[in-house]
């Protein structure tokens, strides 16, 4: 069971603001295997209030089926999938300020929340 599942609000809102591009490939989103992507994946939490942050709008991207697949390594959903912030360059219809600054906020979040010792550092991996 997902903890921190996004309600149908966050993800019209997620879409909105990539403008119904894919957060990474930037290609349309027009068909109905599209993904709503945890950034910081639900995995990560640890049951503590400060986690609810992860099923907000700012940790919700939506990806094509092909680039949620990359995104998770081939599939393997269980595990959680940790690509940084700017790896989801379209992330932002408004452009590049609203990305680099959503991203500034969003890896700000992940250092203080879930450090290099926490959940999330053995699992951090570059991703193209």
């Not at 996004?6 to 599209?34: M, N, W, Y």
Request: glycine content about 8%; aromatic content about 6%; overall charge positive.
């Amino acid at each position: 069971m997902r903890h921190h599942n996004f309600t149908s609000k966050v993800k019209e809102e997620a879409l909105f603001r990539q403008g119904g591009l894919c957060a990474h490939c930037g290609e349309p989103l027009d068909d109905l295997i599209d993904r709503a992507h945890h950034v910081v994946p639900d995995q990560a939490s640890r049951g503590k209030h400060i986690d609810a942050f992860l099923g907000t709008v700012d940790n919700c991207v939506y990806l094509c089926l092909m680039c949620h697949d990359v995104v998770h390594a081939g599939g393997r959903m269980r595990d959680g999938a940790v690509a940084p912030p700017s790896y989801y360059r379209h992330s932002h219809k408004d452009g590049r300020d609203a990305h680099n600054e959503w991203v500034a906020r969003l890896d700000r979040l992940i250092r203080s929340r879930y450090n290099e010792s926490g959940p999330l550092a053995s699992r951090h991996r570059p991703l193209r």
